[in-house]
């Protein structure tokens, strides 16, 4: 059973992300109004504003928790071409509303608007990937986990097209991979996801597929976590919502070849429910059951059942009562 819980953000514009904590119990929000806000639930069931500050001096775009080995960090990218990562500093651990959250570095390499920001996976140490509207992906390290005022660059990818967001491949088995979203119009024709895999020899990241199916600009992307599948599943959110299956094809001379195993990719499902734009997509934590929400103002779970047929299990909506009185 689900419970709706109203939370009046009070922003003073467009909320363009909302991200929960590794534990589900802290969530941060981000606006067009330059600020990003901090929320904890509280032992009433509430959720509780800890939190505000202007972090930006543009729209911005999304926001994202570091995991919680780490401690308590945020970073958050902008119209204004930067990306920005936050520290808690916590003056008295019984009550966060005495809680600041300090900026410990700009990332400042992005010639145009940074649009997608997202930590890397824990087993692949404290690394933070941005893409933006110039067509690059760029990789940043903090070699010291206890400062975070010094990141370096690891790696530059450029994409070609325009990158509206981004997910890495959470798998420990696999190399670190990375899939990417365009939302570029100019090229109708052009392929819209890309699939980058970091080669280990070599040292660099490269371009190993595209999906040719997906021609519509692209709002979001996101693998799920896999929990002993023999393959990944990447959810795709533009007026319908896709699934792909990547699975890496098996090669008797694996060891002595110096490039990476092709991909197959292959569509699992179609989903067009929504009848609108799908906004974003978000799995649960075993990768079973996938979340969307889309202009229909609805957010839609979806789970495969024992056929592997894609089915919408819930739909939630917000109360139409509610939504008026706190016009």
């Known amino acids: 059973m689900f419970v709706q819980l109203t ?3 009070d922003h003073k514009d467009l909320i363009h992300d909302v991200a929960y904590d590794f534990y589900g119990k802290r969530l941060a929000t981000c606006s067009s109004d330059q600020t990003v806000k901090v929320w904890d639930m509280g032992e009433d069931g509430q959720w509780h504003n800890t939190a505000s500050w202007k972090a930006h001096c543009g729209s911005v775009w999304k926001v994202t928790w570091g995991h919680p080995e780490f401690g308590q960090v945020l970073a958050t990218c902008s119209f204004d071409r930067t990306a920005i990562v936050w520290e808690e500093l916590v003056t008295d651990e019984t009550n966060r509303d005495k809680s600041q959250w300090l900026k410990r ?3 400042v390499d992005s010639r145009t608007s940074v649009t997608d920001i997202k930590f890397a996976p824990k087993h692949l140490g404290l690394q933070l990937a941005i893409c933006s509207t110039d067509g690059s992906i760029r990789i940043y390290e903090a070699p010291d ?4 005022s010094q990141w370096s660059l690891l790696h530059e990818i450029s994409c070609k097209i325009s990158c509206s ?16 979203g365009s939302d570029d119009t100019t090229n109708a024709a052009g392929p819209k996801v890309l699939i980058y895999e970091f080669n280990e020899n070599s040292r660099r990241w490269v371009k190993s597929e595209t999906i040719p199916s997906v021609f519509d600009p692209v709002n979001d992307i996101a693998f799920a ?3 002993g599948r023999s393959y990944h599943l990447l959810s795709v959110a533009t007026k319908e919502l896709r699934i792909f299956s990547i699975k890496q094809q098996r090669d008797l001379n694996a060891a002595l070849q110096t490039t990476l195993p092709k991909l197959e990719i292959k569509g699992v ?3 067009e429910e ?3 734009q799908v906004w974003r997509v978000c799995w649960n934590i075993t990768g ?3 979340a969307s929400s889309g202009d229909d103002g609805t957010v839609k779970l979806w789970k495969a059942n024992y056929r592997g047929v894609w089915k919408c299990i819930s739909t939630l909506k917000g109360d139409p009562k509610l939504d008026k009185s706190l016009a």
Do not use: D, E, F, G
């Open 7 to 9: 939370l009046n953000a």
């Open 105 to 107: 570095t700009t990332l």
């Open 145 to 148: 986990v206890m400062n975070l």
């Open 165 to 180: 967001c981004m997910s890495w491949n959470p798998s420990r088995v696999h190399p670190p991979m990375i899939a990417v």
């Open 225 to 227: 976590p896999n929990l």
């Open 269 to 271: 499902a179609k989903l």
């Open 274 to 276: 929504h009848s609108t």
């Open 288 to 290: 079973t059951i996938l």
